[in-house]
């Protein structure tokens, strides 16, 4: 378990598509304990930002590390058991169970041949039953919901027992009230020590629930520090070419409406 450790570090990142910078010197880290958001529009290159921190997108220029060891010098199974990602979208060719979806996180600790052990039995129904889908854990994966597709492959994430966790836009497909119990775990889990670096849509989500957020626009990181700091009426506007305006609750709680 390497909870509470572990500091990935993507340096000078440079990634070229057709001619077309997508990554254009980026620089971002994140350390253990911390939640944070990366804003950008569709096509800022956040999904291939993740794809080169977890190494499976070798960047043109640029280095990725892991508490100071380059992520090319480390094995796919090493990495496995150190860093977990939740796919944006997922569709699986086989009915697994979810349960045997949640099973496959343990692949990096028991390896493809040999069997489950307690151990690995006991992860995949600590995350089910964290992620609340034991209703679900006996059936076929490709029967389910979108929104329950997601939830199993955050719980295959958790099972992995890995300290770090990659997200692509975690709450999507997700309905209000796994929305906001998904926000609460992952409070929970960054308390716990993981480092959670996740794609989000919502500024509001990364207002409530993120350490730091970094804001991802013509392939440079244009802004990084607290939701606070990063997240104003102008950062948003500049970002998605929207009018909004910040309303506070009495309780301290902010929101981005429309403006006007
Ligand atoms: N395999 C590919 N070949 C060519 N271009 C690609 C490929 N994958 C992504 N791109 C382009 O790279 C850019 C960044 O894509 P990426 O998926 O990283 O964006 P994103 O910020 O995650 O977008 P979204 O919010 O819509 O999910 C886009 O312009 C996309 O069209």
Do not use: W
């Amino acid at each position: 378990m390497t909870r509470g450790q572990g500091v990935l570090r993507g340096h000078g990142l440079l990634l070229r598509r057709a001619q077309r910078r997508i990554l254009d010197g980026v620089d971002l880290a994140l350390a253990p304990g911390e939640i944070l958001a990366l804003l950008g529009a569709n096509g800022a290159g956040k999904t291939t930002l993740l794809r080169c921190l977890l190494g499976l997108l070798r960047p043109h220029g640029g280095t990725v590390s892991l508490d100071g060891t380059p992520l090319a010098t480390l094995s796919r199974r090493a990495l496995a058991r150190r860093i977990a990602y939740v796919p944006q979208a997922h569709v699986a060719p086989f009915p697994y169970s979810v349960r045997e979806v949640v099973g496959l996180g343990r692949l990096p600790h028991h390896g493809p041949f040999a069997a489950p052990g307690a151990a690995d039995r006991e992860a995949v129904e600590a995350a089910i039953a964290q992620l609340g889908i034991g209703a679900l854990a006996g059936r076929p994966y490709t029967e389910l919901s979108g929104g329950e597709r997601q939830l199993t492959l955050i719980a295959r994430a958790l099972a992995q027992g890995a300290g770090i966790l990659i997200m692509d836009e975690p709450v999507s497909g997700l309905d209000f009230g796994h929305q906001m119990r998904l926000l609460g775990c992952l409070e929970r889990l960054a308390a716990d020590g993981y480092g959670i670096l996740k794609t989000t849509h919502h500024p509001d989500h990364a207002l409530a629930c993120a350490s730091r957020v970094a804001l991802l626009q013509e392939g440079r990181i244009v802004a990084d520090g607290t939701p606070t700091e990063v997240l104003t009426a102008d950062a948003i506007r500049r970002l998605y070419r929207v009018e909004v305006e910040i309303l506070r609750s009495p309780a301290g709680r902010s929101a981005f409406v429309p403006a006007g």
